[in-house]
């Protein structure tokens, strides 16, 4: 069987195939690795804390973040820390988002925000917004984040130097 098209919008062809990660917002991020390990067997890399410039419902923030991946190929546990006073890296109940890496972020971000899923969250760097990802919430209340293949490479290259990619 074929795989999608890539020339097809990112809209028409979005597959659970292609999940990149599940991402979970949690409190104590070096806990939570702790207990996915533990209880999973999941080896789970934390990163260092990074400053990321985001627009949310258009307004610009900057927010220390910090975020984990689980070892191995996609697809990824992604453990985000919380930022209190967010509202998108608030801790709720079960999955936060699920996340697809594309080519194109403005194309595939426009495509979903014209198939009804419209951008919550997006980033910025050096004033071009979108830039890195894009967070869309569609009419079920689901979030499904859109990750640049650049940063989605650059993760991998942190994987990879950790020791922990697969």
């Given at each position: 069987m074929a795989g999608p098209d890539r020339n097809e919008p990112f809209a028409r062809r979005c597959s659970l195939a292609e999940l990149h990660h599940v991402?979970?917002?949690v409190p104590d991020i070096e806990r939570a690795a702790a207990d996915v390990e533990r209880i999973y067997g999941l080896?789970?890399?934390?990163?260092?804390?990074?400053?990321?410039?985001?627009r949310i419902r258009g307004v610009e923030h900057?927010?220390?973040q910090r975020i984990g991946l689980s070892a191995g190929p996609p697809p990824h546990l992604e453990l985000i820390r919380e930022v209190p006073g967010s509202?998108?890296?608030t801790p709720t109940p079960?999955?936060?988002h699920l996340g697809f890496v594309v080519d194109d972020l403005a194309t595939a971000a426009r495509e979903l925000e014209l198939a009804g899923a419209p951008v919550w969250m997006s980033g910025v760097k050096k004033g071009v917004c979108p830039a890195g990802a894009t967070?869309?919430?569609d009419p079920l209340g689901q979030v499904f984040e859109l990750l640049d293949s650049a940063l989605a490479a650059n993760l991998a290259g942190?994987?990879?130097?950790?020791?922990?990619?697969g």
């Open positions: 991402g979970v917002v080896s789970v890399t934390v990163f260092d804390e990074t400053r990321f410039i985001c900057a927010v220390v509202e998108i890296w079960g999955i936060h967070y869309h919430r942190q994987l990879d130097r950790s020791g922990h990619v």
